[in-house]
Every structure is written in structure tokens, then in C-alpha cells.
């Protein structure tokens, strides 16, 4: 059966989110619903997958407990799940900046749709910044964007404080996967006292959706995706990436031919980093999911 991967985020007070974790594990578990969905005081963010038919079910719980309305869902079709379980958490944000005192429900930049987007970006007072970090980054941005070289969106506001004077008087234009990153770095940026500041509505997935096929698309790669497609092209496809077991960086085809890739144990970035433990730990892991394999072929 076809699948519905459904991602969505909404900053909205929460008294309880422990009281909602335990709502949303009970719908989405009776609807067979698997992802990662954080909750937190300051709102919701998630991805999942799920039966097509059961889509606008899914979306209606969200709406009614979240306030989600219908733009703020996006959608893609796939062919299996893309995650494995079902996993909800309750942290401090669903976000993280570090900055407590950022509300987005108070104050964030302006929204430019995705077909005004590459438009926009274009004007020469305008500079663009990629809020995600080093390794999204590398797999795929906007073309003249600048890399703020962060390995945690956690680093972002020092980024920004240290880099300031370098976009005085410009207008700032922010983008993100999804949205959420890039609404809560303009909320930032406005108390920081900037006047101009934009973001990318509905993220980067919302751009491919919408206008990423398009020949004068200023977007070039894949983009980095949280669940085990690892990246998507711009027709929203699975790229053609996976994650390397040990140290979870995304390699593409050609670096399984490097001779530091063993499938499960090292790449070629993290080769040389792993403590002996870790390597037995590894091992016994890939051991351990290969007999399992071998079992489950044999009871086909």
C-alpha cells in the first residue's frame, strides 16, 4: 500500500505536553501512524509515515489538538514507511536554539511563498543563509547561499553574533528543511534588532513540491531528510545516499568503494575514530542483524 510521509510543526503554548505525548502515542499507535515527533511548552514538530487512506484522519487529530491547519502539513507519497517505529519526546524545545526567551508566536521574520523564492533571493540586497548545518549543506542549498559552517542549530546564534556587522543593512532571507529552524532564527534575528527579515515558507520541502522541478530552480542537490530516504532530489524522490552506520553521515554510492567503507563498522569519515569497543560493538551488531535476516529468509 502506498504510504503518506506527513511532516508539520506548529509553535502554540502547551501546558502539559506530557499529557499530549501520551494522546498522541495512544491515536497514532491504534493507526499503525511511525516517526519522530517532538513535543515540548513551546509546540509541536514531527515527521511520520502512514497508510494513504488513513492521511486526513492523521490530519484532523493534529488539527484538532494542535491548531495545524491545512497548509501547514507537507506531503509526499512513498512506496514503504521510511521510519522503523514510532517515537515521541517531550524536551525543553522543539527546536533547539538554546534561547528561551525566542518566541515565535510573538514576533518572526516575513514569509516569502516558493514561487517567489528564487525571485526574491536574487535581488543583490539580499543575502541568503542556510540555517541547517555543515552536512545538510554540503548535500544540497541555494545557489550564492551562505554556510554558516554549524554542526547543531544550537551554534547558530553565536554564528550570528559574530557575524552580524558583515550583513549590516541587508536584507536577510532564511531557509531550512521544513520551516521550523528558519522561523525561530528570524524570531531571533528580529530581537537582535534587524529589520528585514525573511524565510522561506514551508522550507525547502515546500520548494521542491511546489517549483523544484523547474529548469531556472536556484536550488542544486539533494536535500537532507530525517528518516531513512536519508536525502530527497528535486522531484521529492529518495537520493541516491544512505547513512553509514557507525557515524551516521550520509555517503553517497562512489564512497562505498573507499577502501575505509565496511558496511556497518566505518567510512571514510569516521575510519580511525572508534574506540576497539566500539568496533567489537559494531561488528556483533551486524553480526547480530544478519542472522536475523537469515531467519526471517528461511521462515518466507
Known amino acids: 500500500m502506498t504510504k503518506t510521509v506527513l511532516a508539520f510543526y506548529k509553535f502554540l503554548p502547551l501546558q502539559n505536553p506530557q499529557v499530549e505525548k501520551e494522546r498522541l502515542v495512544c491515536f497514532l499507535?491504534?493507526?499503525?501512524?511511525?516517526?519522530?515527533?517532538?513535543?515540548?511548552?513551546?509546540?509541536i514538530n514531527g515527521m511520520c509515515s502512514l497508510d494513504q487512506?488513513?492521511?486526513?484522519?492523521?490530519?484532523?487529530f493534529l488539527q484538532q489538538n494542535f491548531t495545524l491547519t491545512g497548509s501547514e502539513f507537507k506531503e509526499n507519497r512513498v512506496r514503504s514507511n521510511v521510519f522503523k517505529k514510532l517515537s515521541i519526546k517531550v524536551k525543553k524545545e522543539i527546536v533547539t536554539l538554546g534561547l528561551p526567551e525566542i518566541d515565535p508566536t510573538a514576533i518572526v521574520g516575513t514569509y516569502i511563498e516558493p514561487e517567489e523564492w528564487d525571485t526574491f533571493i536574487s535581488e543583490k540586497e539580499v543575502i541568503t543563509i542556510d540555517t541547517r548545518n555543515e552536512f545538510e549543506v554540503n548535500l544540497g542549498t541555494f545557489e550564492g547561499s551562505v554556510n554558516p559552517n554549524t554542526e547543531s542549530f544550537h551554534e547558530f546564534s553565536r554564528w550570528w553574533k559574530d557575524k552580524s556587522k558583515t550583513?549590516?543593512?541587508?536584507?536577510?532571507?532564511?531557509?531550512?528543511?521544513?520551516?521550523?529552524?528558519?522561523?525561530?532564527?528570524?524570531s531571533f534575528l528580529k530581537a537582535e534588532g534587524v529589520e528585514?527579515?525573511?524565510?522561506?515558507?514551508?522550507?525547502?520541502?515546500?520548494y521542491l513540491d511546489k517549483v523544484g522541478k523547474l529548469s531556472t530552480s536556484k536550488w542544486k542537490g539533494d536535500c537532507f531528510v530525517f528518516d531513512q530516504r536519508v536525502t530527497v532530489n528535486t522531484n521529492l524522490e529518495p537520493g541516491e545516499y544512505e547513512l553509514c552506520h557507525a557515524c551516521r553521515s550520509?555517503?553517497?554510492?562512489i564512497d562505498k568503494d573507499h577502501k575505509h567503507y565496511e558496511k556497518g563498522i566505518s567510512c571514510h569519515k569516521c575510519f580511525g575514530t572508534k574506540t576497539t569497543k566500539k568496533i567489537f560493538s559494531l561488528r556483533e551488531r551486524k553480526k547480530q542483524i544478519g542472522l536475523l535476516k537469515d531467519r526471517r529468509s528461511k521462515n518466507e
Open 29 to 43: 499507535e491504534e493507526n499503525l501512524v511511525v516517526g519522530t515527533i517532538i513535543l515540548s511548552n513551546e509546540g
Open 53 to 60: 487512506d488513513k492521511t486526513e484522519k492523521v490530519k484532523s
Open 167 to 186: 550583513f549590516k543593512n541587508k536584507k536577510i532571507a532564511m531557509f531550512c528543511t521544513g520551516g521550523i529552524r528558519c522561523e525561530k532564527a528570524t
Open 196 to 206: 528585514e527579515v525573511y524565510h522561506l515558507r514551508g522550507g525547502i520541502l515546500n
Open 250 to 253: 550520509p555517503l553517497r554510492l
